[in-house]
């Protein structure tokens, strides 16, 4: 089975420009997350789509958007790009949502670095 | 709300003895929780998860770790490391308040000496 895939691995955009990164999930999941990682901060939670729904978001600013399509691929895009948006973009599939009593495992693909110079 | 302490961002192990990395949660129900490691320029890969009944989880490549309510920990062993055993590991905790997703901590990046 072929894991989570994303596209493209590295990206080097400017200051002022958007950027769409791509996730694809494993065949049969319909949950993807999105992580920024940061030497600093770490992984931190920019959203999850489940079925083409946002189901949860972390705290970023509104330039960080994402979606879902309906064979669960998902795209997160940023806007007016700053300096400190260079990160690893890192996607994560699971199979459900974890709820009260319930978990997800998820599945992480290798990332996108993006560079904004 | 839960959060997840990793105690030292950097460790370094000779060849063959113990790996001990920490992790504490704070969390006012039962966790899930989780280390995964990651490679450089990959991806996390999940070596163990504790979600409920035996304390003790054991893992991929020869790691476990332990849940200690009464010490809020989750520190990942490993008896012998190994020069493969060289990446960045993530301990992670389930959120449970309000929204459902998955808190890392900042992570311990191992170093294997010859």
């Known amino acids: 089975k072929a894991g989570v895939t994303q596209t493209p691995r590295y990206l080097i955009k400017t200051r002022g420009q958007q950027v769409t990164l791509s996730c694809s999930p494993i065949?049969?999941?319909?949950?993807v997350s999105w992580y920024q990682q940061t030497p600093g901060q770490g992984l931190q939670f920019l959203f999850e789509?489940?079925?083409?729904?946002?189901?949860n978001k972390g705290n970023f600013p509104g330039r960080f958007s994402g979606r879902q399509f309906s064979n669960s691929r998902s795209e997160m895009n940023v806007s007016t790009l700053e300096l400190g948006d260079s990160a690893l973009y890192l996607c994560?599939?699971?199979?459900?949502?974890?709820?009260?009593?319930?978990?997800?495992?998820?599945?992480f693909g290798p990332g996108t670095r993006l560079t904004v110079l | 709300a839960q959060s997840v302490t990793q105690l030292g961002s950097h460790v370094s192990v000779s060849e063959g003895a113990l790996v001990l990395l920490r992790c504490n949660y704070s969390?006012?129900?039962?966790?899930?929780l989780f280390w995964y490691v990651q490679y450089p320029n990959q991806g996390l890969q999940l070596l163990l998860k504790?979600?409920?009944?035996?304390?003790l989880v054991k893992g991929i490549n020869g790691f476990e770790a332990e849940f200690k309510k009464s010490e809020t920990s989750f520190h990942l062993t490993k008896p012998s490391a190994h020069m493969s055993d060289a990446a960045e590991y993530f301990c992670?905790?389930?959120?449970?308040?309000?929204?459902?997703?998955?808190?890392f901590g900042t992570g311990t990046r191992l170093k294997v000496l010859a």
């Open positions: 994560a599939s699971s199979l459900k949502l974890a709820g009260p009593f319930s978990y997800n495992e998820q599945f």
């Open positions: 065949s049969g999941h319909r949950s």
């Open positions: 789509y489940f079925s083409e729904t946002q189901r």
């Open positions: 969390s006012s129900v039962p966790p899930y």
């Open positions: 504790y979600t409920t009944g035996a304390t």
């Open positions: 992670a905790v389930i959120s449970t308040s309000g929204t459902y997703k998955y808190i």
